[in-house]
Structure formats: structure tokens, C-alpha cells
């Protein structure tokens, strides 16, 4: 059996997934994804295919580079064959992260509804219904976005970084800003699922994902890797086309 190579560039950071089958062999997450980097990664692992998805652009550029070095790539794309149907307006102005998430929260929990909620530099909240179609979902700032805008679009309010304390209500500006915009996502997650079937799976990715679960007071999952294991999902799916 070879070798599979994901790719998910992210606003931030790239997670780089080599597997098996469905056997994660090696994982490694960068800051900055270069060629240099994907040829070492060619060069040691010698992968058959590779998917990848980027919130940057540049997915069908890492794809096409990827073909040049004899691996079978493409980038996540609406109009290719997909675990699930896309039941959006406009599916190609659907971010590819998104939908990835989406595959990744089926694989979790087929047959069954799903919240998808993607903490990273926007918030994303997404639905998966039970019948396998993505539903649609609403766009927010994240948490670090709303902080630093507070900080940007006022005179006087500091800059706040970090996870730190964050009571139900804030004892200093420092609080009073973290807290805001911590307990204001927890709000929202509340929110759109006291709206959807009560037996709807939570499923929380991004690098807020941990932090904010901890003020849920319903169950959660918390999947750092849920957009690679949706790659993962989407490349053996289409392996059997």
C-alpha cells in the first residue's frame, strides 16, 4: 500500500499528515509551508497522492507543484467527488478549509447531525445533517481577531493576548477584554446548538478549540486535526471512484 500526503495551510500554520491507509505514519505542523520543505517531504516519503487545502490560496499551486515531483495531487474543491453533498448557494465560494472540517466531522460521527465549529483566526459554524449534506454555516470574527480589533479600533483598550484568566465577568480592562471575547464565542456555540436537533454532535477544531470547551456545559469533541482527517476522508473516497 503507499504512501498519502495532507496538506492544510491554514491562516497561520500548515499541518503536513503522511498516511497509510487510514494509519497516520508521521505529522508535523510548520509555520511557514515552503517548496523546500514539501521536497523533503516528497523526498523522504515518497507519497503516491496528496490533497491539500489552503485558506491562503495557494492549494492548487502546492497541487501543481506536487504533480511536477510524480505525486498523484489535487486541491479540495466543491465539484470534486465528496462523503458529503453540498447544499450551499454558492458551494464555489465555499472554503475548502470548511468543507474538509465538514468531512472530517462525518467521518467522526456519520449519520448523525453535526455542528462543526472551526476556532481559528474566523469562527466558523458549520452544519453537517444526518442525511450527509453540508447545510451551510455562519462566518465571525475568531477570539485573537477580537481582541486585537478591540485594541485597533479604540484609543485607550491594551492589546491582550493568550488564553490567561477569563471569569464570567471581567475584574480589569485585561479581563473584561479576554473574557468578552472568549465567553462571547462560548455564547455562540450555546446558541446554534440549543437551535438545532437536540441529538446534534459538537465538534470543536482550532486553536481555541480547548480553551473554549472548558466553558461548554454540554458535551463536546475536540479534534485539533479534524480538517486532515477530512482530507484523509476525501482522498480514500476518491480513491475508490
Known amino acids: 500500500m503507499g504512501l498519502n500526503l495532507t496538506i492544510d495551510q491554514g491562516n497561520s500554520s500548515a499541518k503536513i499528515a503522511i498516511w497509510e491507509g487510514d494509519r497516520l505514519v508521521d505529522e508535523e505542523t510548520v509555520k511557514e509551508l515552503t517548496k523546500q520543505y514539501l521536497a523533503k517531504t516528497v523526498d523522504r516519503f515518497r507519497p503516491d ?79 453537517v445533517t444526518a442525511d450527509g449534506c453540508f447545510a451551510g454555516g455562519n462566518i465571525a470574527p475568531g477570539i485573537g481577531m477580537r481582541l486585537r480589533s478591540l485594541h485597533s479600533f479604540t484609543a485607550r483598550l491594551p492589546q491582550i493576548t493568550g488564553y490567561g484568566d477569563t471569569p464570567l465577568l471581567g475584574t480589569d480592562t485585561g479581563t473584561a477584554m479576554r473574557a468578552g471575547a472568549v465567553r462571547g464565542v462560548v455564547a455562540e456555540i450555546a446558541y446554534y446548538r440549543s437551535q438545532l436537533p437536540p441529538d446534534t454532535q459538537v465538534v ?27 482530507l484523509l476522508s476525501i482522498l480514500l473516497h476518491n480513491e475508490n471512484k
Not at 466553558?215 to 479534534?223: A, C, I, K, R
Open 49 to 127: 497522492k496528496a490533497i491539500c487545502c489552503s485558506v491562503t490560496g495557494n492549494g492548487k499551486r502546492m497541487a501543481q507543484w506536487l504533480t511536477t515531483q510524480g505525486v498523484d495531487a489535487h486541491e479540495v474543491s466543491h465539484d470534486m467527488p465528496l462523503p458529503l453533498k453540498i447544499g450551499y448557494d454558492t458551494p464555489a465560494t465555499l472554503g475548502e478549509d470548511r468543507i474538509a472540517a465538514a468531512v472530517g466531522a462525518w467521518s467522526l460521527f456519520p449519520g448523525q447531525n453535526s455542528l462543526v465549529v472551526d476556532l481559528g483566526t474566523a469562527a466558523t459554524y458549520d452544519m
Open 204 to 230: 470543536l477544531t482550532g486553536g481555541w478549540a480547548q480553551h473554549v470547551s472548558t466553558f461548554l456545559h454540554f458535551p463536546v469533541t475536540v479534534e485539533k486535526c479534524l480538517v486532515t482527517k477530512g
